[in-house]
């Protein structure tokens, strides 16, 4: 079965550095969509990017890239110069060919201090 | 501005009586769809619509209903079949099933 892993149930990093978000999935699909959603204190889900299963470069999206590493069914998400507003829960998910369903990890909250 | 509504923003449900909750897109997205979100937990789908008229059942479709009568509207009603209601509502929209899926800013749900 499909699965989302985040194993970082919270994150803390100071304002401007980089960090790191993790998530593994597990699937026996070739084709698949990898996508990281931003959720702030509001509720509402934000698309931040999309990675496909067949993309050779990693996608990046102004101070969003992913980092993905097929062989080991890894989807980092890395924010580059944190900022106070990025603090948020953040969910990785994946979409497999044929299915019309996104399916979720359980979340990375993030928290950016001064 | 081109977006997805959800309303209300907080609904209140008493035993036995079924509520539906509003989503309406104007981005003129083929795909609807509603997740369900628990405390602590990622998103669930509860149902998905490719064109109007036409809608499948997700992982959790028990309780619920859907209609999809209107390219723009995808009203879900959380029927008294729903012994655990409360929770976080979010409806989706993509141009196609295979599309980026963009939310809306959800529907809590409480039981009274």
């Known amino acids: 079965a499909q699965k989302i892993t985040q194993t970082q149930p919270g994150m803390f990093v100071q304002e401007k550095e980089a960090v790191t978000l993790d998530c593994t999935y597990d699937t026996s699909d070739q084709s698949y969509g990898l996508f990281w959603y931003k959720q702030p204190s509001s509720g509402e889900m934000i698309f931040l990017i999309y990675?496909?299963?067949?993309?050779?470069q990693n996608a990046t999206e102004g101070r969003y890239s992913l980092n993905f590493q097929k062989a080991r069914k890894s989807a980092n998400l890395v924010i580059s110069a944190s900022q106070l507003g990025d603090s948020a829960m953040y969910f990785c998910a994946m979409r497999y060919t044929g299915f019309q369903k996104l399916v979720f990890g359980t979340g990375t909250r993030l928290l950016v201090s001064p | 501005d081109g977006g997805i509504t959800q309303s209300p923003k907080y609904l209140f449900r008493k035993e036995g009586q079924n509520v539906t909750l509003s989503c309406e897109q104007n981005l003129n997205h083929d795909a609807m769809y509603w997740y369900r979100q628990d405390p602590g937990q990622g998103l669930r789908l509860i149902y998905y619509?490719?064109?109007?008229?036409?809608?499948q059942k997700g992982d959790i479709a028990e309780g619920y209903s859907v209609s999809r009568e209107k390219k723009e509207s995808f009203p879900l009603t959380v029927t008294s079949a729903q012994k655990n209601p409360t929770a976080f509502y979010l409806c989706a929209s993509s141009i196609e099933h295979q599309e980026t899926q963009y939310f809306g800013p959800g529907t809590r749900l409480l039981v009274l």
């Open positions: 990675q496909g299963s067949y993309d050779e």
């Open positions: 619509s490719q064109i109007v008229n036409d809608f």
